[in-house]
């Protein structure tokens, strides 16, 4: 079997296209599950039932079912329940904020639980509202109880976006799929395809750990 | 048994009443925490709560800001019920301050961002006011030179010192402090302690549950002994310290080894 490295290098730019597309999904979908994250925990922690109970099921629905469904649910369904035919890339954002929330809804759910009770009570008997006291006390030092875990999540949902390759974002893993099955230099791009992954992935992982023993020790 | 001070000569004019507890009762499942307590506290009093652990003291002065829901009764501050509606609540809250036995700093203020929270978020000070009125208040409980600092680089003491900074930036008519030396290191007892007798002397209404029967003697002006959620025995501090009316309340001193 001979080689032909050739490919990678005639196939740069569009390799470097996907990368930016992969940077630019795994940017998107931290920018809103992180919010919509904090969102849902506190929806769980509602004194009002039907709203804790429908949060816990979208939760523990999205921790259980494999991502690739939930790319592929959200291609075909997404269009029928809005009637808005969506772009694969938003498809891809949709799909994987839809995952992603549900996990950073229970990192800030355990960061939250993890602040005792009289913070808060310590804002209450200034006058504060409970949100007041959520925003000012509460939040602030759980975001750094959480700030390990989140990268964390960082990290496993760079590689996860290749998933929505299967619905033809051209994203870096579909870019060089792509380019396989037309060259037919498997072994070429799915190295040149690795190589790209763990160059981009291993500095994000060394500022995890970095992260880690900056913030990861607690009080 | 009465509620008007002592000490105070008959057919004075009695300051107002500023905090009223009315038949107070607190249930958790089949413990009885307060089991219908009656108190007044007026205008400029110190008013001390005694009494064995567990006895419904800390349970009534979280009472007294909502913190702790009653199971019946009533408090009224400055005549006002405290009321199921938040912010009829909060609004009494931001007249009242309060001190924790654990303090319960914001760690990831430093004394002065901890003491210039309450004034910005709730009453919409700006921050040069807020930080001048802080940085008063850090030299008025001694801790000018921490004020950068962070509260797990303070002491016990000196924490609980910018908690009562903290409370006081509210401008409260009435401070509750709960055991608020409880949680110290013996050495620094004493500086909490001489913050709150001053502000005593500046005439601050003040609620403070205690087991510092010293600080109760020297400072109070009335002090209350509770048993079992009930008020038991109150007089001005001579009479609880030197003449017990009842069994219960000699029965707690004796238990503190307190001789008179």
Partial sequence: ?219 | MTDMPANLPKGSALPEVVIEYRDVRKQYGDFTALAGVNLEVRRGQVVCLIGPSGSGKSTLLRCTNGLETMTSGEVYFDGMPLSKDPRKTRLIRQRMGMVFQNFELFPHKTALGNIMMGPMTVLGLSEEKARARAEALLAKVGLSEKAGNYPANLSGGQQQRVAIARALAMEPEVMLFDEPTSALDPETIGEVLNVMKRLADDGMTMVVVTHEMTFARRVADHVVVFANGQIVEQGPPQQIFDAPETARTRDFLSHLGWDG
Avoid at chain 1, 10 to 31: D, K, R, Y
Avoid at chain 1, 116 to 145: D, N
Avoid at chain 1, 172 to 196: D, G, K, N, Y
């Fill in chain 1, 1 to 219: 079997m001979t080689f032909d490295w050739a490919i990678i290098w005639q196939s740069m730019g569009a390799l470097w296209q996907g990368a930016l597309v992969t940077i630019a999904l795994t940017v998107l979908t931290m920018l809103l599950s992180v919010p919509l994250g904090i969102v849902v925990a506190l929806l769980r922690e509602s004194s009002l039932k039907p709203v804790s109970a429908l949060a816990t099921a979208y939760v523990e629905l999205m921790r259980n079912v494999p991502i690739i469904l939930v790319v592929y649910w959200a291609f075909y369904v997404l269009p029928i329940l809005t009637g808005i035919g969506f772009s694969p890339f938003l498809t891809g954002v949709v799909a994987l904020v839809l995952n992603n929330t549900a996990y950073n809804s229970e990192t800030f759910r355990s960061g939250i639980r993890s602040i005792r009770k009289g913070q808060t009570e310590a804002g209450l008997a200034l006058g504060m509202s409970e949100g007041q006291a959520f925003r000012k006390i509460v939040l602030p030092q759980a975001w750094r109880r959480v700030l390990p875990i989140l990268a964390t999540t960082w990290v496993t949902l760079f590689k996860d976006t290749s998933l929505v390759s299967v619905i033809a974002v051209g994203d870096l893993a579909h870019t060089a799929l792509q380019i396989r099955s037309q060259s037919f230099r498997v072994i070429e791009m799915l190295t040149a395809m690795a190589a790209i992954y763990w160059l981009l992935g291993y500095p994000q992982a060394k500022i995890v750990d970095w992260i880690h023993r900056k913030y990861g020790v607690t009080e």
